[in-house]
């Protein structure tokens, strides 16, 4: 996740990241509109049209738990959040910090943050229902179905920063993943948590 090479002769090295975000069709166009997309009319995780149950999980959804097999491989665990919990890591060379999906419903799907002495702006797609977080500084955000406007006329629509005339932003993203609460803990050891 890290992109470090921890053994054999790239030990050490560390690759090139980039987000792999949740989108849709309509999202990942915005973001590029030359992405070739693929769609496979092979029915997704299932085996002679059986769905397949995952071997890390007895049950999926809000009741999913880790099987206890999969559980004593995980080491010691951050009991500061539930380990079923979703959210949001975000992290760089000087922080990691996770933003619980709970937290940002609670707070009217969007907050505002700083990393590092940059504005972070976390929200709930309304498209996807997935966090995502960009560098943004913003005094105002609008969540109004699934048009999000953000104060001096921008908008975010299909995941992308628009500006007042309809053009699109460059803007930076954090490096981010979705994830529950057991995987970024376990991946950055005692991360700050978004109360």
């Known amino acids: 996740m890290t992109g470090e090479g921890l053994a054999g002769e790239h030990a050490g090295y560390k690759m090139p990241l980039s987000n792999l975000l949740h989108m849709n069709v309509g999202q990942a166009l915005a973001m590029d509109s030359a992405m070739v997309i693929a769609i496979s009319e092979r029915p997704f995780n299932s085996r002679r049209g059986r769905r397949m149950r995952s071997s ?7 009741n999913a738990q880790l099987r206890p097999m999969f559980v004593q491989t995980l080491g010691d665990e951050d009991t500061r959040r539930d380990r079923m919990d979703m959210g949001l890591g975000v992290w760089n060379e000087n922080m990691q910090k ?7 419903r609670e707070k009217g799907n969007y907050l505002l943050d700083e ?15 997935t ?4 560098y943004w500084d913003t005094d105002d ?8 406007a953000l104060s001096n006329g921008f908008t975010i629509q299909y995941g992308q920063i628009y500006n007042s005339e309809g053009d699109l932003v460059a803007v930076e993203k954090p490096q981010q993943i979705f994830t529950r609460w057991y995987g970024f803990s376990l991946s950055f050891p005692n991360p700050d948590i978004f109360e």
């Open 141 to 148: 955000v609008t969540i109004d179905g699934r048009n999000i």
């Open 115 to 129: 990393i590092n002495g940059q504005k972070l702006l976390v929200f709930l797609d309304p498209l996807t229902s």
């Open 56 to 62: 890390r999980f007895s049950a999926n959804g809000p």
């Open 98 to 104: 996770y933003y619980p999906v709970a937290v940002l």
């Open 131 to 134: 966090p995502t977080a960009l």
